[in-house]
């Protein structure tokens, strides 16, 4: 199993940048998918961002692709979502992600079965 930890989320003017950390404990061997997803108030949650270890690609929602950027650090262990031109809409929860499961899209939300804690991003216009 794979515990999940994020930091960096706070509160930034429209067109500011965030970056997010997601640090795992624990198992490593076996995971297949790593990701961000958010949820806003009243809204389901999306993945935005995702990383196929495997082939080691990535995957950006249209909505947020050219503004942030998934990226890894394996000898620390940390998962980075850098967040740049922050819209209002961006305001959400921000959660990390992993699965082990094998069935290879790491864009499907219910693909993932382990969730961090969230942290929380909003955005002023």
């Known amino acids: 199993q794979v515990q999940l930890v994020e930091s960096g989320g706070g509160s930034v003017q429209a067109g500011g940048s965030l970056s997010l950390s997601c640090i795992a404990y624990?198992?490593?061997?076996?995971?297949?998918?790593v990701g961000w997803a958010r949820q806003a108030p009243g809204k389901e949650r999306e993945v935005v961002a995702s990383?196929?270890?495997?082939?080691?690609?990535?995957y950006h929602a249209d909505s947020v692709k050219g503004r942030f950027i998934i990226s890894r650090d394996d000898a620390k262990n940390t998962l980075y979502l850098r967040m740049n031109s922050l819209k209002p809409e961006d305001t959400a929860m921000y959660y990390c992600?992993?699965?082990?499961?094998?069935?290879?899209?790491?864009?499907?939300?219910?693909?993932?079965?382990?969730w961090g804690q969230g942290t929380q991003v909003t955005v002023s216009s």
């Open positions: 990383i196929y270890l495997g082939a080691g690609t990535s």
């Open positions: 992600a992993a699965t082990y499961r094998l069935l290879g899209d790491c864009t499907r939300l219910d693909n993932y079965n382990y």
């Open positions: 624990g198992v490593f061997d076996g995971i297949t998918c």
